[in-house]
């Protein structure tokens, strides 16, 4: 597996409307993602107003792919973020978990 590690630090009072936007985008595109596997996002109690998310994908072919449509994302988050967001790509590793009674 193949992914993006990214963190999002929003402008004051955009935070909400940020996770709108991020949530539209991935109903628009991840259909047209191939190898997609799941997309993650979540709003850390120790970082107000930022957001970290994690991508992942089946392969870096994939990923590569997908590359052209991360850009039109980013065009259209840049109206809610403070600063550059902080992007880590690479391959991941899975430890598997089965936890009985979920």
Request: aromatic share 10%; charged share 15%; glycine share 8%.
């Amino acid at each position: 597996m193949y992914g993006l590690l990214f963190r999002l630090k929003t402008l004051p009072g955009q935070t909400q409307p940020l996770e709108v936007s991020l949530h539209r985008l991935v109903q628009e595109r991840v259909p047209e993602m191939e190898g997609i596997v799941a997309i993650y996002v979540m709003k850390p109690l120790s970082y107000p107003g930022e957001l970290i998310g994690l991508a992942v994908f089946d392969s870096q072919s994939h990923y590569t792919q997908a590359l052209t449509l991360h850009t039109c994302w980013y065009q259209q988050l840049e109206l809610y973020l403070g600063n550059s967001p902080k992007w880590v790509e690479g391959e991941i590793t899975a430890l598997e978990i089965t936890v009985k009674g979920l």
